[in-house]
């Protein structure tokens, strides 16, 4: 989970919660999905703009173990296919007016990339997703407007996860 920066007249809260589930179709493959809840608020006192967000997420992937450093760190490349709902509210209370405006975004995904296992144990792990070196999104919006985006990072770790392993 991520939290939260201040600045001086802004607050931003952001956090994703993403149980993951995957199995191990041959040594070194493991195909599975993850389902995600998500809030963010940002808060902008200068000119009385609240963002509250909701997402809801869910993925399959393919993961690939191509390098093992000893018996405990294991490194993997991963592609994902997936689905967002991203439910959002605006207000603006300058002048003492309270203004609401709700937005919905629905955004269908394809990404690469690469992370790394380290076993503490024969059965867990920390999982640490490094980076997200490649995605395409097709984003559309309530009003059908869409748009589509393509990535591509070599060294941006801004997409980094950690999480626990239990291996079964």
């Known amino acids: 989970m991520i939290v939260g920066r ?19 179709i041959k040594d070194n493959f493991a195909v599975g999905v993850d389902f995600g809840l998500g809030y963010q608020r940002a808060e902008s006192k200068n000119i009385g703009r609240i963002l509250k967000s909701y997402t809801y997420d869910v993925s399959a992937f393919g993961r690939y173990y191509f390098l ?26 300058n002048l003492n007016l309270l203004i609401r405006t709700d ?6 995904r394809l990404s690469a990339g690469v992370g790394v296992n ?39 770790f ?8 239990y291996r079964f």
Do not use: W
Not at 6 to 24: A, E, H, K, Q, V
Not at 71 to 92: A, I, P, W
Not at 124 to 132: C, E, Q, T
């Open 103 to 108: 937005l919905h975004e629905d955004v269908y």
């Open 68 to 93: 093992e450093l000893g018996k405990r760190f294991k490194f993997y490349g991963q592609m994902n296919l997936g689905y967002s709902r991203k439910n959002s509210k605006y207000e603006d209370s």
């Open 158 to 165: 801004s997409t980094s996860m950690f999480g626990i392993v």
């Open 6 to 24: 201040d600045y001086d007249d802004d607050s931003n809260f952001y956090g994703m919660l993403t149980p993951t589930i995957g199995y191990f």
């Open 118 to 156: 380290c076993f503490v144990s024969k059965k867990v792990a920390i999982n640490f997703y490094l980076s997200r070196l490649a995605g395409y999104s097709y984003i559309k919006d309530e009003e059908d407007k869409t748009s589509k985006e393509f990535n591509f990072k070599l060294n941006q």
